[in-house]
């Protein structure tokens, strides 16, 4: 077995790994670099013969998976088919189509005006072709390899893979988590005996903070932010991480909606209609809180207090001489332009509205103790500013409406962002968690930063317990580390070789336990066989 990384090795970007096995090679994910521009998005492919590659297995849709596939199976010689799940190609559609949209507008990754000379939405569009989706559980074979999906945790229709070549087992993980969150079930974890596995190692020896505690973190900041008045800016991928969050404070807005109703919260995606119905498409992949609430008066994806960003907000946002004061203007006409159409059609079917009750899961009902004290010590007032949430892409801050957005509301210490996913080294996101006095505009402004900024992680990636728990589990004969930052996988890999180490130990003490207890009772029987012997 031979392990060749064109990408994600001691970084996290660009994901891209091909094993060869019994004679096949096969590459498993096929993803971009967010932090870098032109070429070097791309994985190392010139060090490869793209022609000799059997298949391409994607674990998920994010664009560190999965974004160079149009470059990979249009521009090379690769003349193989790309499997992914089913869920996995038709977001992997969504978010390929306005990746390449925005590229072509000029504010594509890292600002990068090259993408569109890399590959183009015509690309975009061919590679669908080359897509096969797969179920998740189905063994298939290609060419004398098979493969199988297991389910990864971490976004809608992520898989791991395990695949079987000439008797020999290897598992890649892609990102995984092993905890359940308020929509995905967590990771499985293969019954069959496992040679190898490729691992990811973005959070090393980390510890996640419990889920239950970072969705009240994060409501506390969210609140903290609207209550003065200010804007809450929330990063967000437009598609997987934002519907969590979503579900989050859709569940508190229900909860308190004298206190919070006239607050907007906002998902800014060109794609979030689609994105909605391929979540609802989709209930079967999720656990059984969501499978519960599909039947329930508010079935989840369905929100009473989440609208889309107006366009005409969007509009003045991208205009580089306009003002955080302009973009107030665009939201609050909207929003009395939606008030007096609801307003006219309540009044034309002769109804008033009315406050419902909302239909909560239990886990829901069990931590509005913890929002009522939340909610003790954030009374959220009116204010002759426009106080609301908004969620907006991308997730690092490189470009895209959320970088634009924070420029405009960098320098009113009202205003917040929380930092909610995990932000690659290099980007803008990772930089403003350290929280600099300056800021420079996608413009080329240099402006002082007063923009509270806080971090809640809801990264759904796989922690130290998690990682060590899951490989104990599978005790593979060999383990490579990809999809981390340097110190993080060498500290993982030392920890986890402890532990193996630890565990060998203890295996072995156990085997001399058993083979001392056998010893002891053949001398016994031996013992006890003599004796009879003499009595006789």
């Given at each position: 077995m031979k392990v060749n990384v064109l990408g994600a090795g001691r970084e996290v970007g660009r994901s891209c790994i091909v094993v060869t096995l019994g004679g096949k090679n096969i590459m498993f994910d096929?993803?971009?670099?967010?932090?870098?521009?032109?070429?070097?998005?791309l994985p190392f492919f010139d060090s490869i013969d793209c022609k000799t590659i059997d298949l391409v297995l994607c674990s998920h849709f994010h664009i560190d998976h999965c974004a160079a596939i149009p470059y990979f199976v249009n521009k090379t010689d690769f003349s193989?088919?790309?499997?992914?799940?089913?869920?996995?190609?038709?977001?992997?559609?969504?978010?390929m189509s306005d990746f390449s949209r925005v590229s072509q507008l000029g504010s594509g990754m890292g600002g990068n005006t090259d993408v569109p000379t890399i590959f183009s939405h015509e690309d975009v569009i061919r590679s669908f072709d080359r897509?096969?989706?797969?179920?998740?559980?189905?063994?298939?074979?290609?060419?004398?390899?098979?493969?199988?999906?297991?389910?990864a945790g971490h976004v809608l229709g992520a898989c791991m893979f395990m695949v079987e070549v000439a008797g020999k087992r290897l598992l890649y993980t892609g990102d995984f988590s092993s905890n359940e969150d308020r929509h995905l079930l967590s990771a499985e974890i293969p019954h069959e005996y496992i040679d190898a596995v490729i691992c990811e190692s973005t959070f090393g020896r980390g510890l996640h903070e419990p889920r239950l505690r970072r969705e009240n973190r994060f409501i506390k900041y969210v609140l903290d932010i609207v209550r003065r008045g200010g804007k809450c800016l929330v990063p967000v991928f437009a598609v997987g991480r934002a519907q969590e969050l979503l579900l989050i404070l859709e569940s508190v807005w229900r909860?308190?909606?004298?206190?919070?109703?006239?607050?907007?919260?906002?998902?800014?995606?060109?794609?979030?209609?689609?994105?909605?119905?391929?979540?609802?498409?989709?209930?079967?992949?999720?656990?059984?809180?969501?499978?519960?609430?599909?039947?329930?008066?508010?079935?989840?994806?369905?929100?009473?207090?989440?609208?889309?960003?107006?366009?005409?907000?969007?509009?003045?946002?991208?205009?580089?001489?306009?003002?955080?004061?302009?973009?107030?203007?665009a939201l609050r006409t909207d929003l009395e332009r939606k008030e007096k159409k609801r307003l006219s059609i309540l009044k034309k079917d002769g109804m008033s509205k009315t406050t419902g009750t909302s239909s909560l899961s239990h886990e829901s009902k069990s931590s509005s103790s913890s929002y009522?004290?939340?909610?003790?010590?954030?009374?959220?007032?009116?204010?002759?500013?426009?106080?609301?949430?908004?969620?907006?892409?991308p997730g690092m801050l490189q470009s895209g409406l959320s970088r634009h957005l924070f420029d405009k509301w960098a320098s009113d210490g009202?205003?917040?962002?929380?930092?909610?996913?995990?932000?690659?080294?290099?980007?803008?996101?990772?930089?403003?968690?350290?929280?600099?006095?300056?800021?420079?505009?996608?413009?080329?402004?240099r402006v002082a930063r007063q923009i509270e900024?806080?971090?809640?992680?809801?990264?759904?990636?796989?922690?130290?317990?998690?990682?060590?728990?899951?490989?104990?589990?599978?005790?593979?004969?060999?383990?490579?580390?990809?999809?981390?930052?340097?110190?993080?996988?060498?500290?993982?890999?030392?920890?986890?070789?402890?532990?193996?180490?630890?565990?060998?130990?203890?295996?072995?003490?156990?085997?001399?336990?058993?083979?001392?207890?056998?010893?002891?009772?053949?001398?016994?029987?031996?013992?006890?066989e003599l004796q009879e012997k003499g009595e006789k």
């Open positions: 096929c993803g971009i670099h967010p932090a870098f521009q032109g070429a070097k998005v193989g088919p790309v499997f992914m799940t089913h869920p996995t190609k038709e977001i992997y559609k969504l978010v897509i096969e989706p797969i179920n998740i559980h189905q063994m298939y074979e290609y060419n004398g390899i098979k493969f199988k999906a297991y389910l909860l308190y909606p004298e206190i919070l109703g006239h607050i907007p919260i906002y998902y800014a995606s060109h794609t979030s209609q689609r994105a909605m119905e391929i979540f609802r498409e989709n209930i079967a992949f999720m656990n059984k809180r969501v499978k519960d609430l599909s039947e329930s008066q508010h079935p989840p994806f369905e929100f009473e207090y989440v609208s889309e960003f107006p366009q005409s907000a969007v509009s003045v946002a991208f205009k580089n001489d306009a003002s955080a004061f302009n973009i107030d203007v009522s004290r939340l909610m003790r010590t954030h009374q959220v007032k009116r204010h002759d500013s426009f106080p609301c949430v908004v969620l907006a892409a009202n205003n917040g962002v929380v930092i909610t996913g995990y932000c690659v080294e290099g980007t803008f996101g990772f930089d403003i968690l350290r929280e600099p006095t300056e800021i420079t505009t996608l413009g080329g402004v900024i806080k971090e809640v992680s809801f990264s759904a990636h796989s922690d130290y317990p998690q990682t060590r728990d899951f490989l104990t589990k599978l005790m593979p004969r060999h383990v490579v580390l990809v999809h981390g930052r340097k110190k993080r996988g060498i500290a993982l890999a030392e920890e986890l070789e402890r532990h193996f180490l630890d565990k060998l130990k203890e295996e072995e003490f156990k085997r001399r336990e058993e083979q001392d207890r056998i010893t002891l009772e053949e001398e016994e029987r031996k013992a006890k």
